[in-house]
């Protein structure tokens, strides 16, 4: 039997993606859980697809932790934990938020792997927007070019429509959110995951229609279409050193 068509619990979902521990909330029913089950499987065997990598790449490397029900923020659905690097959702929300709070713990994933230095906590998105310099590697330069298709313009002279978009709407607000290099990149990466027309919508939904999108909070047009193709490149590339990296494991064992 494949893994995707085993009956779907968290106890399958943990051992299969190799998460570092899933927990959940004690006032999660029974149903409740089994229901959410096929959601995140769903999602995830989705997401997996998108990014062509192996199951670990979801866990990131084992590293990463998963949380459903439990406590959560005065009307945050979803979050991701930098401190103990769990993605945490909501029970009765948060459906459609799971690509975003995944390249959320991707992008804190990579802050500390992707630079010659790194302060403790970073983001890659906030490591490269601040110019730290890049590990020599090919990888670095394809994510390197997945932010720069971000938050700057076709000719990387000037700031990228969306962050003009994003920093308008933190100024209408009096806050500091949507222009962070956190935030624009999740978004962007959501747009991409969305676009891959995905069949779960507990992944991702909200990138074409909605409110957000209407206010140009999510990447439109030229700029949607060359951040794709940034994110496709680096995962295709990322996805196939995995795999071969799994079958040298699989062949010197």
């Known amino acids: 039997m494949r893994p995707e068509s085993q009956p779907a619990n ?55 932790g998963l949380q459903y029900g439990i406590g959560g923020r005065p009307g945050v659905s979803a979050h991701y934990l930098p401190g103990t ?20 713990a991707f ?9 010659q230095k790194s302060g403790k906590g970073l983001f890659a998105s906030t490591g490269w927007l601040e110019s730290t310099p890049l590990k020599p590697h090919p990888l670095n330069g394809l994510l390197a070019d997945c932010f720069k298709a971000v938050m ?12 003009r978009q994003s920093r308008q709407a933190d100024q209408s607000m009096g806050v500091l959110y949507y222009a962070r290099p956190e ?8 747009a991409f995951v969305e676009d891959a027309r995905p069949m779960s919508h507990f992944l991702v939904r909200g990138s074409r229609q909605s409110d ?14 060359g951040i794709n193709e940034a994110f496709r490149r680096y995962f295709q590339a990322l996805g196939g050193a995995l795999y071969r990296e799994l079958a040298d494991a699989t062949m010197s064992s």
Not at 212 to 225: H, I, N, T, V
């Open 107 to 115: 992008d804190h994933y990579m802050g500390s792997r992707m630079f």
């Open 152 to 163: 700057l313009n076709q000719n990387g002279t000037e700031p990228s429509e969306l962050f």
């Open 212 to 225: 957000e999108a209407r206010a140009g909070l999510y990447p439109q047009g030229e700029q949607r279409s």
């Open 183 to 190: 935030e624009m990149c999740a978004r962007a990466f959501e």
């Open 85 to 104: 690097r769990q993605l945490a959702l909501a029970k009765n929300a948060g459906a459609g938020s799971l690509a975003h709070e995944w390249f959320h």
């Open 10 to 64: 968290f106890a399958t979902i943990r051992r299969r993606f190799e998460f570092r521990s899933i927990e959940i909330g004690r006032w999660v029913s029974e149903p409740e859980k089994d229901r959410a089950a096929i959601r995140f499987q769903q999602a995830l065997n989705d997401l997996m697809d998108v990014l062509g990598g192996p199951e670990h790449l979801i866990s990131l490397r084992q590293t990463l």
